[in-house]
């Protein structure tokens, strides 16, 4: 489990180049055969939750792969333009708030982050909870 003196730790920056085949690709991954074009530019319009994968790019030295399990929980995502195919966004990824659930599994540590990007014409956050599954046996260990 994370020490709560971990909450406010943030990623170094990260450069992300948002190509035409990272957002096919991922539409493919969803099921979805079509994309869609900016009228003005014909750019590919990327998926409102394509930020997620931006994650692949950052060192989250927090997050111990060898946790037991690590659970995808809520996302919100907020923008000022849609992402485009050909835009590079400088990003960072931030754990805002550690806290604890008990289920009848086990504990559940919570962690929420935010994942910020912004380039000369847009900004966008990523606000998504991870949750970090631990068995009883594991915690009076520790």
């Known amino acids: 489990m994370l020490s709560n003196e971990l909450e406010g730790s943030k990623t170094n ?5 948002v190509t ?3 957002i096919c690709s991922y539409l493919g991954a ?5 994309v869609k074009r900016q009228e003005e530019s014909e750019k590919i319009i990327a998926p409102p939750t394509l ?8 060192d989250t030295y927090w997050l111990n792969p060898s946790y037991q399990s690590i659970i995808h929980g809520e996302q919100i995502f907020d923008y000022e333009k849609p992402i485009l195919a050909g835009e ?18 086990g504990f559940l540590q ?28 594991v915690n009076e260990n520790e």
Request: with cysteine.
């Open 30 to 34: 969803l099921g979805i055969n079509t």
């Open 20 to 22: 035409e085949e990272m």
């Open 88 to 105: 590079i966004y400088t990003c960072s990824i931030t754990l805002k708030k550690i806290y604890y659930k008990e289920g009848k599994s």
């Open 13 to 17: 920056s990260f450069r992300v180049h």
């Open 51 to 58: 930020p997620i994968i931006f994650w692949q790019f950052a």
């Open 110 to 137: 919570l962690l929420d982050h935010e994942l910020s990007g912004k380039n000369d014409r847009n900004e966008f956050r990523a606000l998504s909870t991870l949750m970090i599954r631990q068995n009883k046996e």
